[in-house]
């Protein structure tokens, strides 16, 4: 069930209540998208509402970012609980002052109730992929790099990519070591090694992704949500280490750009249109955010193509319109690379096409 949008907590309640009228007694409910910083209190929720309103259905509904999970009273039977357990490393499980669970399981928590879910039948899981893939090609998207698997340390001597999640500077340093060290032990190896997010970078960390030979995969949407309050957290000296785009690229790196969906939202000229201007759907600032920072609309179209084909070890194969390589490309209903920054967002994907088959062309269904 889809929660991404959603204003208030009642507006999730409603949704779940909505859901139920449709499926028989006891059958689990899931979602995923809400947000308690786009409603009003921004406070996380508790179960009570939602137990009070479902009651006899066990109710798993994920954060929009997928780091905290909430259940309600029918779930939490389920899942053994009467107390809030300690919390797991990791992880975190809300309680109240009697130890009570409020139904909020963060992080590594989120497990305690996640292997109580029922797995998707094969049906159900096909129909769901189904979906999705029609879902990326309607927004003009002709390829998904997943990076939600679990790898681990023997990784690389099995001859697997190794692409690590971090976001602020002291976790990208961490990383960084760790990539070092793994590159000394075997130097021999096209790693390709890869770092989700690279949000927040210390100034002395920037020229070591070139040197290590490691991908700095980004998010060009990140920073227009955050522009409005990270400078007050970070202080004006770090800050400038945020979304170091020109910076990375001048060090000699290429910077693949992702839309993070399902955490934000698929069309991929949210993106493009973020990377050129650095600014939020409103035009804001004027000017751009660390306008410095921005990349040119050659950049972010190749962050957008040739860049993550060789962040996946497949830039002989796709990634660019050249004579052996899969046809994957879209038809735009107008040249992005020339019109005004502010009409990016107004174009439409007219057609989408993958290997040379038409996937998606606007006005049939595929």
């Known amino acids: 069930m889809d929660l991404v949008g959603t204003r208030s907590y009642d507006e999730v309640v409603a949704r779940v209540v909505a859901r139920v009228k449709t499926l028989p007694a006891e059958t689990w409910i899931e979602g995923r998208g809400w947000d308690q910083n786009a409603w009003g209190d921004k406070r996380f929720p508790t179960h009570d509402k939602l137990s009070a309103a479902v009651p006899g259905h066990p109710v798993v509904l994920t954060r929009v970012d997928g780091q905290a999970t909430l259940v309600n009273m029918a779930a939490m039977r389920v899942a053994g609980l009467r107390a809030a357990p300690k919390d797991p490393g990791g992880g975190k499980v809300e309680h109240d002052a009697q130890r009570n669970p409020p139904g909020l399981f963060i992080d590594k928590a989120q497990a305690i109730v996640d292997r109580k879910v029922p797995a998707p039948t094969s049906a159900r899981f096909r ?19 997943d990076a939600g698997a679990s790898r681990s340390a023997r990784a690389l001597k099995s001859g697997f990519q190794v692409n690590t999640h971090a976001i602020g500077d002291r976790g990208n340093r961490l990383v960084l070591d760790a990539y070092e060290a793994a590159c000394k032990a075997n130097p021999a190896v096209d790693h390709r090694f890869r770092v989700e997010h690279t949000q ?22 990140h920073p227009s949500s955050d522009m409005y309050w990270i400078g007050e957290r970070l202080g004006p000296t770090r800050v400038l280490g945020a979304y170091a785009w020109r910076s990375l690229i001048k060090s000699g790196v290429v910077i693949p750009k992702g839309s993070d969906f399902p ?37 972010a179209l190749r962050s957008m193509t040739l860049w993550p084909a060789y962040a996946a070890f497949q830039e002989k ?8 390589k899969l046809a994957d490309f879209v038809i735009l209903g107008q040249d992005i690379m ?7 967002m107004r174009t439409r994907d007219d057609a989408t096409y993958v290997g040379g088959k038409a996937m998606f062309h606007q006005g049939t269904s595929q």
């Open 338 to 344: 020339r019109v005004p920054a502010e009409l990016v």
């Open 263 to 299: 955490v934000e939202l698929v069309n991929p000229l949210i993106a493009f249109s973020a990377t050129i201007a650095r600014q939020d759907a409103n035009d804001w600032p004027a000017g751009g955010w660390l306008p410095e920072q921005r990349m040119t609309r050659e950049e």
């Open 127 to 145: 129909a769901a992929l189904v979906d999705a893939v029609r879902e990326i090609h309607r927004w003009g998207l002709t390829g998904v790099h």
């Open 200 to 221: 927040i970078l210390h100034y002395d960390d920037i020229p070591r992704f070139a040197k290590l030979g490691v991908i700095p995969s980004m998010q060009a949407s």
């Open 317 to 324: 194969e796709m990634g660019s319109i050249t004579s052996g």
